[in-house]
Antibody, heavy 127, light 112 residues
């Protein structure tokens, strides 16, 4: 059974770079899935950040794209999120999750729904 | 972007009664080539991550009780809990994956 666990600093100052890692156990990250990040500000709804396929294919939320980098380390069965120039509005619980993938001639690998989630880690941005 | 809306924002239902949540997409999420609706439903309980309930608009995830069902096509979708149990108190989200993912704002379900 796949398990996902987020790790990283819980407190950042404005303008710093958020760096989180998701460690996947019980399943190879090299299989045909996307691996994604979703965040949830306290008391609010869910916002997709981006995702990555082990082939290197990535998708990013257009509203965050200029600040986001997602990478994968298949040797460690981990994937990571970097979000630069954080502000207080980036304060949220950050979840990693797995997405089944399809393949389309027009787009290549394409992510579907989120079928397994990590528990989430709270990141607070405050001076 | 395909934006999702949900109604109502919240509802309270008596134990054993039916709960119905509506979800609407700003554009169709039905892919004509495979006749599939790229729509999922999640349940989130306090201090827990979301849990996948339904995908492809009506396919129940393994282990999800059969009192949960999804229906609809194109732009209008419904999640139905046929007989509300106390453990179903949660916030429910719809999500489209036809394009870059977008979640609905959520519907809170409580016991009346």
């Amino acid at each position: 059974q796949v398990q996902l666990q987020e790790s990283g600093p819980g407190l950042l100052k404005p303008s710093e770079t958020l760096s989180l890692t998701c460690t996947v156990s019980g399943y190879s990250i090299s299989n045909n899935y996307f691996w994604g990040w979703i965040r949830q500000p306290p008391g609010k709804g869910l916002e997709w950040i981006g995702n990555i396929h082990h082939s290197g294919s990535t998708y990013y939320n257009p509203s965050l794209k200029s600040r986001v980098t997602i990478s994968v380390d298949t040797s460690k069965n981990q994937f990571s999120l970097k979000l630069s120039s954080v502000t207080a509005s980036d304060t949220a619980v950050y979840h990693c999750a797995r997405q089944p993938a399809g393949f389309y001639d027009s787009t290549g690998y394409f992510p579907y729904y989120f079928d397994s989630w990590g528990q989430g880690t709270l990141v607070t941005v405050s001076s | 972007d395909i934006v999702m809306t949900q109604s109502p924002d919240s509802l309270a239902v008596s134990l054993g009664e039916r709960a119905t949540i509506n979800c609407k997409s700003s554009q169709s999420v039905l892919y004509s080539s495979n006749n599939k609706n790229y729509l999922a439903w999640y349940q989130q309980k306090p201090r827990q991550p979301p849990k996948l309930l339904i995908y492809w608009a009506s396919t129940r995830e393994s282990g999800v009780p059969d009192r949960f069902s999804g229906s609809g096509s194109g732009t209008d979708f419904t999640l139905t809990i046929s007989s509300l149990q106390s453990e179903d108190v949660a916030v429910y989200y719809c999500q489209q994956y036809y394009t870059t993912p977008h979640f609905g704002p959520g519907t809170r379900v409580d016991i009346k």
